[in-house]
């Protein structure tokens, strides 16, 4: 059984600080890998995805994959309170982008304390 | 630009009956993904849909099944519910031609509760 594993937090992480969320994978041919905020009692909304080694970076978000560890992060710099959410790590299964079967973690509770 | 839809917000069904639920993709998308996500869970990948074919399945029973029509919105269909699918019901919509069809955008989600 292919999985995606996080710490269920919370995380709690002071307001202007960095939270780093961190991210495992089973399956070594995972190719696709994205980072999805919810809100309480929301969807989750696409925030970052990433296809290559290394970091990428979008406003005060970052990336950040290694696939030799097998393992996916996310930075938000600057953290405001309106980021407090759970952020949910997905992957890809099928290692290949043209069809999809993605698999979740169970995500990680984020806390931005004023 | 229009995102992705589902109908309805909320339903209550009891078991052993039959739900039907309904998702438009965002404009200028092809495929869409249904998950279920149970409360304090990631979502869960049930199945996708492209050219009206379903195209991937993930471990969920034949009791759910799915559609797409020609314009590319979608169906998915729970037959002799359970209590265990209680759940809030996601669309994901992409495109096919982009190459990506990994890259989902969710739409607001249906949550169903079965008494």
């Known amino acids: ?12 992480v002071p307001e202007g600080a960095i939270a780093s969320l961190n991210c495992t ?22 925030i970052m995805f990433i296809y290559s080694n290394g970091d990428k970076e979008d ?28 952020y949910l790590c997905a992957v890809n299964d099928l290692g290949w982008s043209s069809a999809s079967k993605i698999i979740f973690g169970s995500g990680t509770r984020l806390s931005i304390r004023p | 630009d229009a995102g992705v839809t589902q109908s309805p917000t909320h339903l209550i069904k009891t078991r052993g009956q039959q739900v039907t639920l309904r998702c ?38 034949d009791r759910f099944s799915g559609h797409q029509f020609p314009n590319y919105s979608s169906e998915l269909n729970v037959n002799a519910l359970l209590l265990g699918d209680s759940a809030l019901y996601l ?19 249906t949550r169903l509760t079965v008494l």
């Open chain 2, 91 to 109: 669309c994901a919509s992409s495109l096919y031609a982009s190459g990506r069809t990994d890259t989902q955008y969710f739409g607001p989600g």
């Open chain 2, 24 to 61: 438009s993709p965002k404009s200028g998308h092809d495929t869409v993904s249904w998950y279920q996500q149970a409360l304090g869970q990631g979502p869960q990948f049930i199945f996708q849909y492209y050219e009206e074919e379903e195209r991937q399945r993930g471990n969920f029973p």
């Open chain 1, 25 to 46: 994978y089973s399956d070594r041919g995972s190719q696709s890998f994205f980072w999805y905020r919810q809100y309480s009692g929301k969807s989750p909304e696409l």
């Open chain 1, 59 to 86: 406003g005060r978000f970052t990336a950040q994959l290694n696939k030799a560890s097998q393992y996916v992060s996310l930075l938000i710099r600057d953290s405001q309170p309106s980021d407090s959410a759970t």
């Open chain 1, 1 to 12: 059984q292919k999985e995606v594993e996080q710490n269920s937090g919370p995380l709690s």
